[in-house]
């Protein structure tokens, strides 16, 4: 037996009702006056967003006078964040590997990895 | 033509394309706007600026990360929040009312009854001044939720928190609007 409560707030929450719940706000007077009211408000606040925004007239031409001049460029490679990404992790991965030779080489001191002999 | 393509001729040096993609946002933007509780002058200070930035910084737009109206919103409300902060400082506030301009006094469309027509702008206005009453979070969740240009999950990216939370701000606000209309305590 589906508790009118927890169907209720699933009701409020706008979670989808299975068959079974929908079969009982349909039997059930109070569950259906929920989902009425609920969907009545719904309605009203799609409605509402629905309707233009009232926008000053002019608006859009303001915005275009206060445009600079130099039109919207790309960023240089250095300015872009994934270039400089890839920097600090290719400076990071190239101390990872000199820190490693270093401790490698002090832990076997007859080992060369490269480097004068 | 859609936005991506139209950044594209923009970044092409098309000037006048840009304006379209104004035409196309402004209403939105001016609709999250409002519910910052702003005068409307600085309002559309904001939505000009946040207009401005979104040209100076358009080749940093990844339409791979998020649509163009969910980030000329995040822009426009990183802005109005700086004014907040700002006027707070200022003791300025102009707390004129996020539905100032927008009065809810809509001609009714032809063909309506004159009774009918009256009703739907009572219901209008009333809902318009519940919304009011809501805390600034739970109020921009509902704007949000029900703009047509972003959303659930970019609306969540807007407002700088998980899905889940947005979800919770949508119930309470929308069970605070449902006791305001119906004249009870929540």
């Not at chain 2, 939105?28 to 200070?45: N, Y």
């Not at chain 2, 902060?85 to 003791?91: I, Q, V, Y």
């Not at chain 2, 805390?135 to 970019?154: C, D, F, H, I, T």
């Amino acid at each position: 037996m589906l508790l009118c409560d927890t169907i209720q707030e699933r009701i409020a929450r706008d979670e989808p009702l299975e068959d079974a719940a929908g079969r009982h706000v349909a039997a059930c007077a109070a569950c259906a006056a929920v989902l009425a009211t609920w969907s009545a408000l719904d309605a009203d606040l799609r409605a509402d967003a629905g309707k233009d925004a009232v926008v000053p007239d002019g608006f859009a031409d303001r915005v275009m006078a206060a445009l600079p001049p130099q039109p919207a460029t790309r960023p240089p490679l250095l300015d872009r964040p994934w270039f400089q990404l890839a920097l600090v992790n290719a400076g990071a991965l190239a101390g990872a590997v000199n820190l490693l030779r270093l401790l490698f080489s002090a832990l076997v001191p007859n080992t060369s990895l490269g480097g004068t002999p | 033509m859609d936005d991506r393509t139209l950044t594209s001729q923009v970044l092409a040096g098309n000037r006048a394309a840009f304006r379209l993609l104004v035409l196309r946002h402004q209403r939105a933007l001016f609709r999250f706007l409002r519910t910052f509780g702003l005068s409307p002058a600085v309002t559309e200070e904001i939505a000009q600026e946040s207009f401005l930035r979104a040209y100076r910084n358009l080749a940093s737009w990844d339409p791979e990360r998020a649509s163009f109206p969910s980030w000329l919103l995040t822009i426009g409300r990183n802005l109005a929040l700086h004014e907040l902060e700002r006027a707070s400082h200022r003791k300025e506030l102009q707390m004129e009312g996020p539905m100032e301009g927008d009065d809810g006094f809509d001609a009714p469309s032809p063909g309506d009854s004159v009774q009918h027509a009256l009703e739907q702008q009572s219901r209008s206005t009333h809902l318009h001044e519940a919304l009011d009453q809501l805390p600034a979070l739970l109020r921009r969740a509902l704007v949000l939720a029900y703009l047509r240009e972003v959303s659930l999950e970019e609306a969540a990216s807007i407002e700088g928190c998980p899905v889940g939370t947005i979800k919770s701000r949508i119930h309470r606000g929308k069970a605070l609007l449902r006791a305001a209309l119906a004249g009870t305590e929540v």
